[in-house]
């Protein structure tokens, strides 16, 4: 069986930022690397849930939300990916700055509630903004 392209990357020289990750059938996918892999510094599970709920819908609520197919977690909790059409990494960064910038201003995190979520009760707000904060400053600089 074929190995997926990202298993294909050595996870050991993978640095935290945000990278073009692939274009396939009009969709390019981002790697939004919050952490060094395989460094034992994971996003907890209750802060990469919450982290995907707050940015999945500023995202899709945003200046390019016409453009954003998914937002979602990477299984290993060191970062999400970001799929997009139609628009250059430029922009979905972009997009991505503004959707980490009203991230910090979230009171609740969006769709939360037992009959929104199949996990409801593993959320962590403060511990999402705080990743995202750390994330704004590692991809500002």
Not at 11 to 20: C, I, R, S, V
Not at 41 to 61: M, Y
Request: overall charge negative; charged content about 30%.
């Amino acid at each position: 069986m074929d190995k997926i392209p990202s298993f294909l990357k050595d996870h050991d020289k993978l640095a935290p930022g945000f990278w073009f990750s692939g274009k396939a059938n009009g969709v390019t996918t981002f790697d939004l690397r919050f952490k060094k892999p395989n460094c034992g510094d994971f996003i907890s599970p209750a802060a990469s849930h919450s982290v995907e709920h707050i940015l999945a819908t500023l995202l899709r609520n945003g200046s390019q939300k016409q453009n954003i197919i998914y937002f979602g977690p990477m299984g290993c909790r060191t970062g999400f990916y970001l799929l997009t059409v139609n628009i250059d990494e430029s922009q979905a960064k972009k997009a991505l700055i503004e959707a980490l910038e009203q991230a910090e201003k979230i009171e609740e995190i969006p769709g939360a509630e037992r009959t929104e979520c199949g996990n409801y009760l593993d959320h962590d707000l403060e511990g999402a903004k705080e990743e995202c904060r750390k994330y704004l400053e590692l991809i500002n600089d």
